[in-house]
């Protein structure tokens, strides 16, 4: 039993977390406790992250001091904005340069040292100036100037704000909030995870979220709400309608971005939950096309059994259409999501380091054996 192989670690535990479950066969999520519908419609992403870091909801006092805290570590320094702007002019991916810009944050942090609390608080500084640079980098490429942030406005505001320029509506502010407490926590994903080995060898905090970020880029994981808008942009371009377009697609043998999920085999809650923001979305703007073909996927693709088949709508399927109405580029989406997620690796690695093991394990060997070794001058 101890040599039985599990491919991709299925099925095999490596930790204890108090932070969140995923029940995959009724569509939950929880974090510490908490229903996720419940988080993202009564608290703040401040709120989460601070339940995430510290065990419980804040008071109102406890979430004042620790916006403020937040709110003081937005900016971003001159170093790194002009590389973040020397990897714009030079073309290269969203992603590619976050996991630049953030390994490059540790050269101005003033603390050092291998404690859960110097791990919180690197973290801070990580999670408020990750949105800075996302921002600068967009508006760089786009020929604009960064702006700087606003310390009178939320986590998800500010971030609207320094990538259009434009303070957010309340709809829109809302909402993009509640995406990033979607997307804050879920288990021991392969980025997670990723951080949380990291993490193990004790290296520092921003060791765990670069190496978060390099595991995100990759298209199995992070790319998927990409893929699903640009589908929805395919076809719109073709004039088809949405369902035939499905079929034809499914016919030569083509997959439906946004279906189906690792853990999931139910409608993902969080798509619950932004499917109902994308319609608050296309009301306030009048605008319900990317709502229509959403839904009408949705419904025609659960009429062909794919959910009786345990191949649902991921929370993918839903947040491609609600950041392309909150005016977001596509290939912005996913850090985007590590935006968020850096609020749950710093948890992981925190929490991990608390009662720390290195993660070692080890694989099965298939080369040769008994090979017979020959000097060079005779190969």
């Known amino acids: 039993m101890a040599d039985e192989l599990k491919r991709g670690l299925e099925g095999v535990l490596v930790a204890e977390s108090d932070l969140s479950y995923v029940d995959g066969e009724v569509g939950k ?17 401040e709120e989460v992250l601070y339940l995430l870091w510290h065990g419980s909801l804040p008071t109102a006092a406890e979430l004042d001091a620790f916006t403020a805290d937040l709110v003081a570590e937005r900016d971003v320094d001159d170093d790194v904005i002009e590389t973040v702007r020397a990897l714009a002019d030079a073309g290269e ?4 340069a976050l996991r630049t810009a953030t390994s490059m944050l540790s050269a101005y942090d003033p603390d050092d040292g291998d404690s859960e609390e110097t791990t919180l608080t690197q973290g801070r500084r990580i999670t408020a100036k990750i949105p800075t640079v996302l921002a600068a980098f967009e508006r760089v490429r786009q020929g ?33 909030d509640m995406a990033l407490t979607l997307h804050a926590d879920h288990g021991l994903n392969a980025s997670t995870f990723t951080a949380m080995v990291i ?12 190496g978060g970020i390099g595991a995100l880029s990759g298209p199995l ?39 189906g999920h690792r853990v999931y085999k139910v409608k993902d809650p969080r798509a619950k939950i932004l499917e109902e923001k994308l319609r608050d979305l296309s009301e306030s703007s ?40 909150l005016g977001i580029p596509v290939d912005m989406y996913t850090p985007i999501f590590a935006m968020s997620r850096a609020g749950g690796w710093i ?33």
């Not at 999520?29 to 992403?45: M, N, P, T």
């Not at 986590?155 to 829109?172: I, K, Q, R």
């Not at 993490?199 to 670069?210: E, F, I, K, P």
């Not at 080369?367 to 020959?374: D, K, Q, R, S």
């Open 29 to 45: 999520l929880v974090y510490r406790g908490y229903d996720i519908e419940d988080l993202a419609r009564g608290a703040s992403y």
């Open 93 to 96: 991916r969203p992603m590619a």
């Open 144 to 176: 604009n100037e960064p702006v700087a942030p606003d310390p009178d406005l939320s986590h998800a505001g500010n971030f609207l704000y320094m990538l259009t320029g434009t303070e957010p509506d309340p709809v829109s502010e809302e909402t993009f």
């Open 199 to 210: 993490g193990s060898t004790m290296a520092d905090v921003y060791s765990g979220v670069t």
């Open 221 to 259: 994981h992070g790319g998927a709400n990409q893929d699903v808008m640009e589908v929805l942009h395919e076809i719109d371009a073709s004039s088809k309608d949405p369902v035939q377009w499905v079929k034809d697609t499914r016919d030569d043998g083509g997959r439906i971005p946004g279906f």
């Open 286 to 325: 009048g605008d319900t096309k990317w709502l229509d073909y959403t839904t009408a996927i949705e419904e025609h693709l659960t009429d062909q059994g794919l959910v009786e088949k345990g191949i649902a709508p991921n929370v993918d399927f839903y947040s491609g259409s609600v950041y392309d109405s």
């Open 347 to 379: 948890a992981h690695v925190a929490e991990y380091q608390e009662d720390n093991r290195l993660i070692r394990p080890r694989a099965r060997y298939t080369g040769p054996e008994n090979a017979e070794f020959v000097p060079i001058d005779e190969r």
